[in-house]
């Protein structure tokens, strides 16, 4: 099995900073990306910042300037610095793992989600 553990979040003035991090175990060959998406209530998830195995990075257009996404391959965990958070920032963030698994003696192509966070912005 591969687990997600989710940490950071919480609740912060705008201006302020948060760092969330996600941390994958389990039956890892190998992970081909690693992200962050977020959803907001009454809209649809939406990413906010991907990076790969190359170290290419996807950051959706509010965040750019803003957050910061890392991977840290030896614990195979992904972190996103959130700075200068605004009020539209809130939502539940959710770490993504685009992973290549073993099941037997195959390495099957998998994605896992982790539970969610809350990540609250006050003005």
């Known amino acids: 099995q591969v687990q997600l553990v989710e940490t950071g979040g919480g609740l912060v003035q705008a201006g302020g900073s948060l760092r969330l991090s996600c941390a994958a175990s389990?039956?890892?060959?190998?992970?081909?990306?690693m992200g962050w998406y977020r959803q907001a209530p009454g809209k649809q998830r939406e990413l906010v910042a991907r990076?790969?195995?190359?170290?290419?990075?996807d950051y959706t257009d509010s965040v750019k300037g803003r957050f910061t996404i890392s991977r840290d391959n030896a614990k195979n965990t992904v972190y996103l610095q959130m700075n200068s958070l605004k009020p539209e920032d809130t939502a539940v963030y959710y770490c993504?793992?685009?992973?290549?698994?073993?099941?037997?003696?195959?390495?099957?192509?998998?994605?896992?989600w982790g539970q969610g966070i809350q990540v609250t912005v006050s003005s």
């Open positions: 993504n793992v685009d992973i290549s698994a073993w099941s037997t003696l195959v390495i099957r192509r998998e994605d896992y």
């Open positions: 389990g039956r890892i060959a190998s992970i081909n990306a």
């Open positions: 990076i790969d195995s190359a170290s290419s990075i």
